[in-house]
């Protein structure tokens, strides 16, 4: 298992800008893919992003708005949020999900960072 810490969270204004962090307890390249997830009140959890080596994946609600990156050196996973709207309001989590050399898969969640878009 690896421990994920996400931060970065708050309030902020329709069209604004926000940056999450996700940190792993160990290198996230041993981490085959880390993503983002959201869950607004009364809605299921849903993929936002999500991140390998070489690629990266966005929702179709966000894409053009919001930005996966990581930082292997600092063991970190970044969203960038920009032109944030009122529905983008949710506790965000962040997921790591790898298989070991025996093929054991592995599925890991932080606690989650609440954000609120609202003027």
């Known amino acids: 298992h690896v421990q994920l810490v996400e931060s970065g969270g708050g309030l902020v204004q329709p069209g604004g800008s926000l940056t999450l962090s996700c940190l792993a307890s160990r290198s996230i390249l041993s981490i085959d893919v880390m993503g983002w997830y959201r869950q607004a009140p009364g809605n299921e959890r849903e993929l936002v992003a999500t991140?390998?080596?070489?690629?990266?994946n966005a929702a179709n609600s966000v894409k053009g708005r919001f930005t996966i990156s990581r930082d292997n050196a600092k063991n970190t996973v970044y969203l960038q949020m920009n032109s944030l709207k009122p529905e983008d309001t949710a506790v965000y989590y962040c997921n790591a999900r790898w298989l070991d050399v025996s093929g054991n898969e592995f599925d890991d969640w932080g606690q989650g960072t609440q954000v609120t878009v609202s003027s």
């Open positions: 991140i390998s080596t070489s690629s990266t």
